[in-house]
């Protein structure tokens, strides 16, 4: 089964910060890479696509990069609104995985 | 914009039964395949079981193949997971979301219900 690990657990930055959260997969997984924000007490909801696109409705400050086995989610100017926990997950031949996720708090 | 609305959780007994419900509304239900993922508290999100619109496709995670049981009625736009053999480490928020196929995502998500297996 493939893994998925981010990087960092925590991440501690400040309003107007650039932040980037990287997610590694254990082999190629082409472009089958989302991103997901989760609020305390809420449903995740759905940021990014096939690792760069963008879900509508989601801000511009938001993007994806990468391919194979390495992505990035950027949020370009933090607002405070960001602070969250944000999941990369996988899919692939009918089996859904996520990374551990990635805690982004006010410093 | 889609609607989900899960229902059926609980306290519940080690190895007792659930069956929680995920009512969904404002987009054609039978088109699209239905998921149930889970949190166990402080913890991260694990996948555990997906059904296609026609019901003719299932998916489960390890951890629950043959004690969990996935399935959908379309007449009443509602999909359902029997939970059996429950054990401790099956206490988590359970959440029914919509697959967007073609990208391989959960585009949209309940609101969540508390599963908490416990004497």
């Known amino acids: 089964d493939i893994q998925m690990t981010q990087s960092p657990s925590t991440l501690s930055a400040s309003v107007g910060d650039r932040v980037t959260i990287t997610c590694r997969a254990s082999?190629?997984?082409?472009?089958?890479l989302a991103w997901y924000q989760q609020k305390p007490g809420k449903a995740p909801d759905l940021l990014i696509f096939?690792?760069?696109n963008v879900q509508h409705g989601v801000p511009p400050r938001f993007s994806g990069g990468g391919s194979g086995t390495e992505f990035t989610l950027t949020i370009s100017s933090l607002q405070p609104d960001d602070f969250a926990t944000y999941y990369c997950?996988?899919?692939?031949?009918?089996?859904?995985?996520f990374g551990q996720g990635t805690r982004v708090e006010i410093k | 914009e889609a609607q989900l609305l899960e229902s059926g959780g609980g306290l519940v007994q080690p190895g007792g039964s659930l069956r929680l419900s995920c009512a969904a509304s404002?987009?054609?239900?039978?088109?699209?395949?239905m998921s149930w993922v889970r949190q166990a508290p402080g913890k991260g999100l694990e996948w555990l079981s997906t059904i296609s619109g026609g019901s003719r496709s299932i998916f489960y995670a390890d951890s629950v193949r043959g004690r969990f049981t996935i399935s959908r009625d379309n007449s009443k736009n509602t999909l359902f997971l029997q939970m059996n053999s429950l054990r401790a480490d099956d206490t988590a928020v359970y959440y029914c979301a919509k697959v967007w196929a073609a990208s391989g995502v959960f585009d949209s998500w309940g609101q969540g219900t508390l599963v908490t297996v416990s004497p």
């Open positions: 404002a987009f054609t239900f039978s088109s699209y395949a």
């Open positions: 096939k690792a760069s």
């Open positions: 082999q190629n997984i082409n472009d089958w």
């Open positions: 997950q996988h899919y692939s031949s009918y089996l859904w995985t």
